[in-house]
């Protein structure tokens, strides 16, 4: 990830936007370009059961989230 790049977290599940963040166990991450909007998707992982979300989240180097 470049500095022009913010790491971001979206909860999801089949494909979809998970509707509610705080109850989200599986999360998408991409980078996204500041200034165009570009983004790449980085990979899709399950929170482990045992782990708290934001800090799994922020283990991930996690900017914003959506």
Not at 34 to 45: P, Y
Not at 49 to 57: G, H, P, S
Request: charged content about 30%; some cysteine; aromatic content about 10%.
């Amino acid at each position: 990830m470049d500095s022009n790049s913010v790491h971001i977290a979206v909860p999801c599940y089949d494909g979809r936007i998970f509707p509610r963040f705080d109850g989200a166990s599986t999360f998408c991450f991409f980078d996204v370009d500041q200034d165009s909007g570009a983004h790449t998707l980085k990979e899709q992982e399950m929170c482990p059961e045992k782990d708290e979300v934001c800090d799994w989240l922020a283990r991930h180097r996690v900017e914003g989230g959506i």
